[in-house]
T-cell receptor, first 112, second 114 residues
């Protein structure tokens, strides 16, 4: 069974540009979570989607947005990129049973 | 405010030694507590889950404990190996409207030296 897959693995952008990150959850999982992990820091919650709807979002500005598609895959969009957006962006999916999160390998975003 | 605090922030030990990582939480109402292991540049992977009624649970050389009264958990690693070098993250969840809401600690960075 395939795990959570994320693309691209690495992405380099310049300030002011837009970045789009993609995530495919484990088959059968309807919930997708997005986290930001800056270098040396803990995971910061960004967004949670379930059944196609945004259920919760973390303390991030509106230029961080996303959506979940009918097949439960998801994308994260970051507009007007800033240097401090450079981080590892992790996607996780969940079946909703006991709350276990299954993480992808992440997308490394570098903003120059 | 729901919070998860982990200590120490970082730890360096020699291969073969034991170590214990701590997690204190204020998450309420408590549903379960998980320890995740995150290798550098990779996604976290669940090591063990603790529910309210469980005091101790082992997964190989990893043993997690939970004291629900004091809201503390520990992760003990026995006979450490170089591959144990990673960040260990404590995640406490509560139930809201049928969904589990996870609260993450900032993690403990463990380095095992030969």
């Amino acid at each position: 069974e395939a795990g959570v897959t994320q693309s691209p693995t690495h992405l380099i952008k310049t300030r002011g540009q837009q970045a789009t990150l993609r995530c495919s959850p484990i088959s059968g999982h309807t919930s997708v979570y997005w986290y930001q992990q800056a270098l040396g820091l803990g995971l910061q919650f960004l967004l949670w989607y379930d059944e196609g709807e945004e259920r919760n979002r973390g303390n991030f500005p509106p230029r961080f947005s996303g959506r979940q598609f009918p097949n439960y895959s998801s994308e994260l969009n970051v507009n007007a990129l800033e240097l401090e957006d450079s981080a590892l962006y992790l996607c996780a999916s969940s079946l909703g049973v006991d709350g276990e999160l299954f993480f992808g390998e992440g997308s490394r975003l570098t903003v120059l | 405010k729901n919070q998860v605090e982990q200590s120490p922030q970082s730890l360096i030990i020699l291969e073969g030694k034991n170590c214990t990582l701590q997690c204190n939480y204020t998450v309420s109402p408590f549903s379960n507590l998980r320890w995740y292991k995150q290798d550098t540049g990779r996604g976290p992977v669940s090591l063990t889950i603790m529910t309210f009624s469980e005091n101790t649970k082992s997964n190989g050389r990893y043993t997690a404990t939970l004291d629900a009264d004091t809201k503390q958990s520990s992760l003990h690693i026995t006979a450490s190996q170089l591959s144990d070098s990673a960040s260990y993250i404590c995640v406490v969840s509560y139930l809201l409207g049928g969904s589990y809401i996870p609260t993450f600690g900032r993690g403990t960075s463990l380095i095992v030296h030969p």
